[in-house]
């Protein structure tokens, strides 16, 4: 039985992380400021230390004792970098630096940073490899980028053996769609379920890689523990996109709605297409998406129905 601290084990993909850690057995700990995320999403008897992890200290008592360190903490929003550089980089840099630095004086067997496809930035050349050079458009996917670099350099500098994970389009149950800054997917079945129309940001023709979360946990837990892999970046995701319109019509079909969306200006710092390719995450982690985006669609439908009461 291995010790793993969930960063942003409160929120959504960490805790997803937690209740699957439980299950197998092992022992978790969870960091988190609850900026964002819920104390309600937090399993009872899961040790919880609370703070900012950028701040002296904090990262320094996470860390005592763990053997793996999963690095879901972030503010992960591209719009909000944009109106909020500074502020962002404080919780997806900063803080990213101190738990390194923690994780490597602790004596952390493995730590899995959460990166992101916007580090790709807005090149046309699809679909996204790990190989091609990384030219972000946004404080987000450039701070996404720092922490991937930090965490190369701590396994060179250091020894202390990272894992840097590219994440495309997540969605699933416990995503929040309580702030303007949401993933799309959970503010669409939000409006869909009130009857509203879901905006649209330019005329729904951009791409995305949409991968379940419980896909993602599988990909992080392979990069814990598989031999062989320190100092990687790694997509994950399905390898498939489609467009927002697509995902709007496959939406209504699930919700049984015709609720049509309303459109609005396209989006700033947008990239207008982003899918896959995941030869290496099958390559060197054994990694496969399981969940059809119908099949994770339903489930997240049936997940905010049963979490909104009717009415609401
Ligand atoms: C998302 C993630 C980010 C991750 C990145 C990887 C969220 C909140 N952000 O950014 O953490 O690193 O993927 O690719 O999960 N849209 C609308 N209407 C809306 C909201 C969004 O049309 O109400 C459109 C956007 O313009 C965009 C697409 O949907 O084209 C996806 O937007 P969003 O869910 O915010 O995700 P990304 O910006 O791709």
């Known amino acids: 039985m291995a010790l793993?601290?969930?960063?942003?084990?409160?929120?959504?993909?960490?805790?997803?992380?937690v209740e699957r850690l439980?299950?197998?057995?092992?022992?978790?700990?969870?960091a988190d400021n609850f900026s964002s995320g819920l104390r309600s999403n937090i399993p009872g008897g899961v040790e919880v230390v609370e703070g900012d992890l950028a701040a002296p200290g904090v990262a320094a008592r996470a860390v005592v004792g763990a053997d793996y360190v999963l690095h879901m903490a972030a503010v992960p929003s591209?719009?909000?970098?944009?109106?909020d550089p500074i502020g962002t980089n404080h919780d997806n840099v900063d803080a990213t630096l101190q738990v390194l630095v923690a994780a490597r004086d602790?004596?952390?067997r493995r730590v899995v940073f959460s990166g992101s496809s916007a580090e790709?930035?807005?090149?046309?050349d699809l679909p996204k490899r790990e190989d091609m050079p990384p030219t972000p458009v946004t404080p987000y996917g450039l701070q996404k980028l720092i922490g991937e670099q930090y965490c190369r350099m701590f396994t060179s500098l250091y020894g202390l053996e990272t894992v840097s994970l590219r994440y495309f389009n997540v969605f699933g149950p416990r995503q929040s769609p309580d702030s303007p800054y949401s993933g799309v997917i959970s503010l669409f079945i939000s409006a869909l379920l009130r009857g509203q129309s879901p905006t649209v940001f330019g005329n729904g023709s951009q791409t995305r890689d949409f991968v379940y979360v419980t896909d993602v946990v599988n990909g992080v837990l392979r990069a814990a523990t598989t031999l062989g892999v320190a100092g990687e970046s790694i997509n994950i995701a399905t390898g498939r996109s489609v467009s927002v319109l697509q995902l709007v019509r496959a939406l209504q079909q699930v919700a049984g709605t015709i609720v049509e969306p309303t459109f609005a200006p396209p989006r700033g710092g947008d990239v207008l297409h982003s899918q896959a390719d995941i030869t290496k995450a099958r390559t060197l982690l054994g990694?496969?998406?399981a969940v059809s985006l119908e099949d994770g669609l339903r489930d997240t439908v049936a997940w905010f129905k049963q979490a909104t009461p009717v009415g609401a």
């Not at 793993?4 to 992380?17: D, E, M, Q």
């Not at 790709?120 to 046309?124: M, V």
């Open 22 to 30: 439980l299950i197998r057995g092992e022992s978790v700990r969870v």
């Open 78 to 83: 591209v719009p909000r970098s944009v109106a």
């Open 120 to 124: 790709y930035g807005d090149s046309p």
């Open 4 to 17: 793993y601290l969930v960063t942003g084990g409160a929120g959504f993909i960490g805790s997803h992380l």
């Open 287 to 289: 990694f496969e998406p």
């Open 106 to 108: 602790a004596g952390v």
